[in-house]
């Protein structure tokens, strides 16, 4: 995890000694671990409060690099904003690219960029959403820096995750990154448009998820093609009327567009 890879957040702490080649005993690593995540657990639940308090629902999109995060937000935007405020905190190594395509597809958005950082964590989220200062009844979504094992382990102060793979990756994609599986509600299995060019095996891999967390919901997308995007757009609008009925600036005649 990150306190053994260095991208946590408290970089003055060092793995190794003042020769540059000592490793701490393992325990010390272990200490560290513990250390990293209890602070973030702790500012992440202080993120779940203030969101709860406002009827936000917040979601962790999480996925490696290429599965089609950015493009499902932009069509789900194009989607929700007419029936709720949609607010999005984007998480890049560098560049704003993704956030000004957000802004483009009609949602505010922040951009975090993490540098060597391979994930977001609870801290980044807080000061994002001070920046944000989003309306109550937001769907919030958080766009995780594209990488499928970090990101796992550290609480946003999210609803839930959601996991996004995409047909080109391997039907085996659950088997390899279990943890992130285990921690998802849902997995949404995307670009299904290429299916008759890849040797994916959707079902091997709905039966390789459901291995992992047999609880975990499976959506089939193309955010290309439109195939399976109202479901998915029903499970948000049904979770987000689950946190917040009625939201500020929502009318229950807007029918959803196919």
Same mark, same amino acid.
Do not use: M
């Given at each position: 995890m990150c306190a053994t890879c260095g991208c946590d957040d408290d970089r003055a702490v060092s793995l190794t000694g003042p020769d540059h080649h000592h490793r701490f005993p393992r325990t010390e690593t272990i200490s560290l671990q513990q250390k990293v995540l209890a602070k973030n657990d702790l500012i992440a639940s202080q993120n779940r409060q203030r969101l709860a308090e406002l009827g936000i629902l917040a979601l962790n999109i999480v996925s490696s690099p290429?599965? /089609?995060?950015?493009? #499902?937000? +932009? $069509?789900?935007?194009? =989607? #929700?904003? &007419? $029936? $709720?405020? %949609? &607010? %999005?905190? =984007? /998480? @890049?190594? +560098?560049?704003? #690219? @993704?956030?000004? $395509?957000?802004?483009?597809a009609g949602a505010r958005a922040v951009q975090i960029n993490t540098g060597a950082g391979c994930h977001l964590d609870a801290s980044m989220v807080r000061r994002a959403l001070g920046a944000l200062d989003p309306d109550p009844g937001?769907? *919030?979504?958080? =766009?995780? %820096?594209?990488? *499928? %094992?970090?990101?796992?382990?550290? @609480? #946003? /102060? =999210?609803?839930?995750k959601i996991v996004v793979v995409s047909v080109t990756e391997g039907s085996d994609k659950p088997l390899k990154y279990p943890h992130m599986f285990a921690a998802a509600r849902l997995a949404v299995i995307n670009k299904v448009d290429l299916l008759p060019y890849v040797a994916f095996d959707l079902e091997t891999c709905c039966r390789h998820a459901r291995s992992v967390n047999p609880e975990v919901e499976v959506l089939t997308t193309s955010a290309t093609s439109g195939a399976g995007l109202p479901a998915w757009y029903a499970w948000v609008t049904d979770a987000a009327e689950l946190r917040c009925p009625e939201p500020l600036g929502w009318s229950r005649d807007v029918e959803a567009s196919p």
């Open positions: 290429g599965a /089609g995060k950015t493009t #499902l937000l +932009e $069509r789900t935007i194009s =989607e #929700l904003k &007419a $029936r $709720r405020p %949609v &607010a %999005v905190i =984007e /998480g @890049d190594q +560098e560049t704003t #690219l @993704d956030a000004d $395509r957000i802004r483009a937001t769907v *919030l979504f958080i =766009e995780n %820096v594209g990488n *499928l %094992v970090c990101p796992a382990l550290f @609480d #946003l /102060g =999210e609803h839930c």
